[in-house]
């Protein structure tokens, strides 16, 4: 059988060290692959490439199309983006999955039954990073939520449950308050549920879903989240699982793979021989079952299973009474060598059926194009003074004559005027909410265009502007607080 291709980037900080010793481990294991390397990272991103990864690296990523990651830094500031985010979008890997199990009591705990699985969105929502600096108070970020982004990640959950023989799968969503957005991602996973009635499902509203999830995470078996929230509550669950530094994840494409651990590259660690190879290691196990060598992974798995029941553990997970030696990066990956073959005594033997993959097209429904009619127009205006009368007064008159009225403007969400409140706070930044004369009637770009033309002709700065439509009759924007 010829080797399975496969791209490694040994990362930032700690992850050389730790990328070396799961290396080491896979080998000794008998995983039938070959590496190439790729250079990512903090000195890719400093030597003035603003994407972390050399043009030349994409070539063995779409040729191999398995990605085996150790963490990297992305520098803070300068308008370095996230390689994460970019090689997640590029190679469409929409689905990030993270088990999160406890290992009690060799691994410190205060939910010893823990077992869970995290399945993030990957693509879109506020990690589409489109932000705006609209004025001197205010600043934006787009939050990006489509029903073919939904559809796939909600469908990907259930599956990944039917396949893994997992009973309920819940969706975390703040659709109370952001209603259209995190509302349609709902209503996807609601219509999808109703495909796979041998599987439980259920909803719950994020804030009081991530309490529950932290203090009784045995209440939850399968979670999908939208982006943002399943980055966080993915980290939380981790941590209380036992430690982040023992999660590893997998980015799972229709084409593609990549496979890391969720911990970062703690430069203050590295070269220390201390950091424990254990998140990126289970990231390998879950790349060896998407390439089809379940066998390799059981045997890896069970071996990591047995040293941390043998009481051999890094300084991280160290503690009086259960551990039985302290050891580094290479001691532990030589431990786990040295046990290939092994199973565990008392924590569950891992099991993996022959041929299963993680890779699977989920894809989504195209739908017929609604009917769209323009009704109206949200004007957002950089306006530096404070009393929303004013601005009410000068735009009304602004707007008159060609069909289109001023209707209300709000500020960070709140209406102010008409019949604002004196109280209420307002910044530079204001909405102001133009429709037909005949709310309701059509308005046309043509009116939009001369409306912003008299708007500035006023000595109004605009930064901005929103169509307000319907899609088959139905209203496709928000209310505003007090409208």
Excluded at 193 to 201: F, L, S, T, V
Excluded at 301 to 328: M, P
Excluded at 411 to 437: I, M, S, Y
Excluded at 467 to 475: A, H, I, Q, R, Y
Aim: glycine share 10%; charged share 25%.
């Amino acid at each position: 059988m010829s080797k399975v291709p496969i791209t490694v980037a040994k990362g930032d900080g700690i992850g050389p060290e730790i990328m070396d010793a799961c290396l080491h481990i896979l080998t000794e294991a008998g995983a039938d692959i070959e590496w190439e390397e790729i250079q990512v990272g903090e000195k890719v991103y400093l030597a003035g490439n603003a994407a972390g990864i050399e043009p030349g690296a994409w070539d063995s990523l779409r040729r191999t199309r398995v990605f085996y990651k150790a963490p990297i830094t992305t520098p803070q500031g300068g308008g370095y983006k996230s390689l994460n985010v970019t090689t997640r979008k590029n190679l469409g890997l929409y689905a990030n999955v993270r088990p999160c199990v406890a290992y009690n009591p060799f691994v410190r705990t205060k939910h010893p039954g823990m077992d869970i699985v995290i399945v993030r969105e990957n693509e879109e929502d506020l990690y589409a990073g489109i932000e705006h600096r609209q004025t001197d108070d205010v600043y934006q970020c787009l939050k990006l939520i489509t029903r073919p982004g939904s559809e796939k990640i909600v469908r990907y959950a259930f599956e990944y449950a039917r396949q893994n023989n997992r009973k309920k799968v819940t969706a975390f969503t703040k659709d109370n308050i952001m209603k259209m957005t995190d509302g349609l991602f709902h209503k996807v996973f609601d219509e999808i549920a109703k495909e796979y009635p041998d599987i439980q499902n259920e909803h719950w509203i994020v804030d009081i879903g991530a309490a529950k999830m932290a203090d009784t995470p045995e209440a939850f078996d399968v979670i999908v989240l939208p982006n943002l929230y399943g980055d966080i509550l993915s980290d939380v669950a981790a941590q209380i699982a036992g430690s982040v530094g023992l999660a590893g994840s997998a980015n799972i494409g229709q084409v593609a793979a990549m496979f890391e651990a969720i911990h970062g590259s703690a430069p203050r660690r590295a070269g220390q021989n201390l950091a424990n190879p254990s998140g990126l290691l289970l990231g390998g196990v879950m790349m060896l079952v998407h390439i089809g060598q379940p066998e390799v992974a059981e045997r890896v798995h069970n071996a990591w299973l047995r040293t941390l029941e043998d009481g051999v553990h890094t300084y991280d997970i160290f503690q009086e009474g259960i551990s039985k030696v302290k050891v580094g990066t290479r001691e532990f990956a030589q431990a786990v060598v040295e046990r290939l073959g092994q199973k565990p005594n008392s924590l569950k033997a891992a099991t993996y059926s022959s041929g299963r993959s993680t890779l699977m097209g989920t894809g989504y429904t195209q739908r017929p194009a609604a009917q769209k009619e323009t009704i109206g127009v949200d004007v957002f205006l950089h306006w530096r003074e404070s009393d929303p009368n004013k601005l009410g007064a000068e735009l009304s008159a602004a707007a008159n004559g060609d069909g289109v009225k001023l209707y209300f403007i709000s500020n960070r969400g709140q209406k102010v005027w008409p019949g604002g409140l004196p109280e209420t706070f307002c910044v530079d930044h204001w909405r102001c909410r133009f429709f037909a004369e005949q709310q309701g009637a059509p308005i046309n770009h043509g009116q939009i265009i001369r409306l912003l033309e008299r708007v500035s002709a006023a000595g109004y700065d605009f930064i901005k502007t929103e169509n307000l439509c319907t899609f088959d009759g139905e209203k496709a924007f928000s209310v505003t607080g007090g409208e």
